[in-house]
């Protein structure tokens, strides 16, 4: 089934080319070198992009330079250009999509169940040698590349018709890949929540265990964290940052003096307070841990994985016997070719395309599939609904001379090829830096009398009355649940734009403060295009629908001036770069600040809720998608009610629990 390196050759033989060549002796070389750092364990995983199956180890150590050349050259001299199918006719699981919790569900159902065959089918490549992918400090530069989808969201009528992009990894590993490795929790009673609204089974306790389950922490019992809620032995590696500058470390003391207490255990359910978080880092070799490189090592032989491949729809037939109920049989290709699912297809193409697939799948309301000229299966007016975000509005200060921040490797290229060559010799290095520095709080505690917000809520939630409004109502008075997260991110992450190289700032130094909305009211929808139905998805999310959305960022904003003028912070920085002291002082300068620079943070959800059906569900408990009987959604987008916490943790928690059900069903 699977070519030998012989064979690659423009199809001949005997006619290994030069690169393959090149791979052989790298190859031979990592594998001594690897041999003496650690005993690695080798899956045996095929990758139709179209390497020879055994020599396929997918180890974190391969991100340093000279280690992925080796990797890389492999990968690129085993390239066929041969037009044959590698892949079989039928497979017991088929997963859509390699991001976060595709590759997780796909190796951990490789892993249970070995005598069946998976493939897992992604839109992007497999890369492993990637920099801008496994350095730290590289953070963000993947966005808006070829591994990014590169969406955006229609005019948004309530924020001064602007358009907001929508980054989303188009990689093995997905967004995984392209995050700012954020690692945290939200508080219990979140978690509890997705139980409360009809989801037997889902709550704090079988996520924390399913969480825990994904990851590696290391660093339990030190200055920097306790030792609650974290995981030991999982696959996915995380660490607190070891690069803290010289000024982030006013960050705690001036939380403190603003009444904010230290949390050492924020990852264990009550994540308010201040502290120094997690970020997804393999600390013994300082790459970045994800999904990709974190599950593709415990997968077996029974696992095929098929990039730079594109799903067209999941193909659907009555099931068996007396049944109402869709069965799933397979997947169409963009180009046509089908391929069969003997027991279940699992979409796991994230919040804003698995509702697209369903859609093209015949699973939706009438009036979009109508428009768009598709056959109906399954009557669901819940797909694509029920998008809900996070949003993040900022502030930017220039530091004193005496500071250092991150920026420098934007401003000095001898620096940074200095810092770039310490990484790549595992030496500590100013790329491994990742923010670290987070705040969670209540609104109360963050502005004192928060009875205007609460009184925004609930006209909110009486305009646009749901099941997941009723219940961030009841977060807004839950003294457990935070509103409101501040980061403090070392060098300029800002609207405005970093100084010219004409500029007297270039040069400069400067921290950013970034607040979150952790619980907006606005909701929006995600659906298929009706004149270009396999095009890029009519993404609204409807940012700023609702007053308290707009008076919380304004509020959050204000927070973060509030933080910067505190002490000791006060004393690290010189000027107020975004928005500037003199541009904003009152309440209309506050409100155009917000309405201007306000953005995405990423963390879409909820577009495929795990709800009943009659409120708005798409999925139901078993992730199975309502009318079918063996069709799954397995990614953020099941999330019901968006937490607060980055949700990196939460997906890998969600694919956890899904293999465990699949396997159990199986």
């Given at each position: 089934?699977?070519?030998?390196?012989?064979?690659?050759?423009?199809?001949?033989?005997?006619?290994?080319?030069?690169?393959?060549?090149?791979?052989?002796?790298?190859?031979?070389?990592?594998?001594?070198?690897?041999?003496?750092?650690?005993?690695?364990?080798?899956?045996?995983?095929?990758?139709?992009?179209?390497?020879?199956?055994?020599?396929?180890?997918?180890?974190?150590?391969?991100?340093?330079?000279?280690?992925a050349l080796a990797f890389a050259a492999l990968v690129s001299g085993a390239t066929s250009?041969?037009?044959?199918?590698?892949?079989?006719?039928?497979?017991?699981?088929?997963?859509?999509?390699?991001?976060?919790?595709?590759?997780?569900?796909?190796?951990?159902?490789?892993?249970?169940?070995?005598?069946?065959?998976?493939?897992?089918?992604?839109?992007?490549?497999a890369v492993w040698d990637e920099p801008k992918i496994n350095v730290p400090g590289m953070?963000?530069?993947?966005?808006?590349?070829?591994?990014?989808?590169?969406?955006?969201?229609?005019?948004?009528?309530?924020?001064?018709?602007?358009?907001?992009?929508?980054?989303?990894?188009?990689?093995?590993?997905?967004?995984?890949?392209?995050?700012?490795?954020?690692?945290?929790?939200?508080?219990?009673?979140?978690?509890?929540?997705?139980?409360?609204?009809?989801?037997?089974?889902?709550?704090?306790?079988?996520?924390?265990?399913?969480?825990?389950?994904?990851?590696?922490?290391?660093?339990?019992?030190?200055?920097?964290?306790?030792?609650?809620?974290?995981?030991?032995?999982?696959?996915?590696?995380?660490?607190?940052?070891?690069?803290?500058?010289?000024?982030?470390?006013?960050?705690?003391?001036?939380?403190?003096?603003?009444?904010?207490?230290?949390?050492?255990?924020?990852?264990?359910?009550?994540?308010?307070?201040?502290?120094?978080?997690?970020?997804?880092?393999?600390?013994?070799?300082y790459n970045r841990s994800y999904s990709a490189n974190a599950y593709v090592p415990i997968?077996?032989?029974?696992?095929?994985?098929?990039?730079?491949?594109?799903?067209?729809?999941?193909?659907?037939?009555?099931?068996?016997?007396?049944?109402?109920?869709?069965?799933?049989?397979?997947?169409?290709?963009?180009?046509?070719?089908?391929?069969?699912?003997?027991?279940?297809?699992?979409?796991?193409?994230?919040?804003?395309?698995?509702?697209?697939?369903?859609?093209?799948?015949?699973?939706?309301?009438?009036?979009?599939?109508?428009?768009?000229?598709?056959?109906?299966?399954?009557?669901?007016?819940?797909?694509?609904?029920?998008?809900?975000?996070?949003?993040?509005?900022?502030?930017?200060?220039?530091?004193?001379?005496?500071?250092?921040?991150?920026?420098?490797?934007?401003?000095?290229?001898?620096?940074?090829?200095?810092?770039?060559?310490?990484?790549?010799?595992?030496?500590?290095?100013?790329?491994?830096?990742?923010?670290?520095?987070?705040?969670?709080?209540?609104?109360?505690?963050?502005?004192?009398?928060?009875?205007?917000?609460?009184?925004?809520?609930?006209?909110?939630?009486?305009?646009?009355?749901?099941?997941?409004?009723?219940?961030?109502?009841?977060?807004?008075?839950?003294?457990?649940?935070?509103?409101?997260?501040?980061?403090?991110?070392?060098?300029?992450?800002?609207?405005?734009?970093?100084?010219?190289?004409?500029?007297?700032?270039?040069?400069?130094?400067?921290?950013?403060?970034?607040?979150?909305?952790?619980?907006?009211?606005?909701?929006?929808?995600?659906?298929?295009?009706?004149?270009?139905?396999?095009?890029?998805?009519?993404?609204?999310?409807?940012?700023?629908?609702?007053?308290?959305?707009?008076?919380?960022?304004?509020?959050?904003?204000?927070?973060?001036?509030?933080?910067?003028?505190?002490?000791?912070?006060?004393?690290?920085?010189?000027?107020?770069?975004?928005?500037?002291?003199?541009?904003?002082?009152?309440?209309?300068?506050?409100?155009?600040?917000?309405?201007?620079?306000?953005?995405?943070?990423?963390?879409?959800?909820?577009?495929?809720?795990?709800?009943?059906?009659?409120?708005?569900?798409?999925?139901?408990?078993?992730?199975?998608?309502?009318?079918?009987?063996?069709?799954?959604?397995?990614?953020?987008?099941?999330?019901?009610?968006?937490?607060?916490?980055?949700?990196?943790?939460?997906?890998?928690?969600?694919?956890?629990?899904?293999?465990?059900?699949?396997?159990?069903?199986?």
């Amino acid at each position: 089934m699977f070519p030998s390196l012989q064979t690659l050759k423009d199809g001949r033989p005997g006619a290994e080319n030069k690169d393959i060549s090149l791979g052989r002796v790298l190859w031979q070389n990592l594998e001594k070198r690897v041999s003496q750092i650690a005993e690695p364990r080798v899956p045996k995983l095929y990758f139709l992009e179209r390497v020879e199956k055994d020599r396929c180890i997918v180890l974190a150590m391969l991100v340093k330079s000279s280690l992925a050349l080796a990797f890389a050259a492999l990968v690129s001299g085993a390239t066929s250009s041969s037009s044959s199918q590698p892949y079989e006719d039928a497979y017991d699981y088929i997963v859509v999509g390699g991001g976060t919790a595709g590759v997780a569900v796909a190796a951990r159902i490789s892993e249970g169940l070995p005598a069946c065959k998976i493939l897992l089918i992604e839109a992007g490549p497999a890369v492993w040698d990637e920099p801008k992918i496994n350095v730290p400090g590289m953070k963000g530069s993947t966005l808006a590349t070829k591994y990014d989808w590169n969406f955006t969201t229609v005019p948004q009528s309530n924020v001064n018709s602007r358009t907001f992009t929508v980054n989303r990894g188009k990689v093995l590993g997905g967004s995984s890949a392209l995050n700012l490795m954020s690692y945290d929790r939200a508080a219990v009673a979140e978690y509890d929540s997705w139980e409360a609204l009809g989801n037997p089974g889902w709550n704090w306790e079988t996520m924390i265990a399913a969480m825990k389950k994904s990851e590696n922490f290391t660093g339990i019992n030190t200055d920097t964290y306790g030792s609650e809620g974290v995981g030991e032995s999982g696959p996915v590696k995380a660490v607190i940052n070891r690069i803290i500058p010289e000024h982030q470390k006013t960050w705690i003391p001036t939380m403190n003096a603003l009444g904010i207490e230290s949390n050492l255990e924020s990852l264990g359910g009550d994540p308010l307070g201040v502290m120094y978080q997690p970020s997804s880092i393999d600390p013994t070799h300082y790459n970045r841990s994800y999904s990709a490189n974190a599950y593709v090592p415990i997968a077996g032989s029974n696992l095929e994985i098929l990039s730079d491949t594109t799903v067209l729809k999941v193909n659907l037939g009555k099931a068996t016997g007396d049944s109402t109920l869709q069965t799933a049989t397979g997947v169409t290709l963009s180009d046509g070719t089908i391929v069969l699912a003997q027991k279940e297809v699992i979409l796991s193409a994230g919040s804003i395309q698995s509702p697209g697939l369903l859609e093209l799948s015949g699973i939706s309301q009438c009036s979009v599939l109508n428009a768009s000229g598709i056959e109906q299966f399954i009557e669901l007016p819940g797909v694509g609904e029920n998008l809900q975000d996070h949003l993040r509005i900022q502030s930017s200060y220039q530091l004193k001379d005496n500071y250092t921040s991150f920026d420098i490797l934007r401003s000095n290229d001898t620096y940074a090829a200095e810092q770039l060559a310490l990484w790549n010799a595992g030496q500590v290095s100013l790329y491994d830096y990742t923010g670290s520095g987070y705040t969670f709080t209540t609104w109360a505690q963050a502005i004192g009398n928060d009875s205007r917000l609460v009184t925004l809520a609930k006209e909110a939630a009486g305009e646009d009355p749901s099941v997941v409004d009723k219940k961030k109502l009841e977060f807004m008075t839950d003294p457990s649940i935070p509103q409101l997260e501040v980061i403090f991110s070392d060098g300029y992450t800002g609207v405005k734009g970093y100084p010219a190289s004409t500029s007297p700032l270039f040069g400069e130094g400067f921290f950013t403060l970034i607040a979150a909305i952790m619980h907006p009211l606005s909701r929006g929808d995600i659906h298929i295009n009706p004149a270009n139905t396999t095009g890029k998805p009519v993404i609204n999310p409807n940012y700023f629908a609702h007053e308290h959305d707009l008076e919380a960022a304004i509020q959050a904003i204000k927070y973060c001036r509030k933080i910067a003028n505190t002490e000791p912070m006060r004393s690290i920085w010189e000027n107020e770069y975004e928005p500037g002291l003199d541009a904003v002082q009152t309440d209309e300068q506050w409100k155009q600040f917000a309405l201007n620079t306000t953005l995405s943070i990423f963390h879409p959800v909820g577009t495929c809720s795990m709800l009943p059906k009659e409120d708005g569900g798409v999925v139901d408990s078993d992730l199975k998608v309502y009318g079918t009987s063996n069709l799954r959604v397995v990614d953020a987008s099941v999330i019901p009610l968006l937490i607060s916490a980055h949700v990196q943790t939460a997906v890998y928690g969600i694919a956890e629990i899904a293999a465990e059900r699949i396997i159990a069903d199986a």
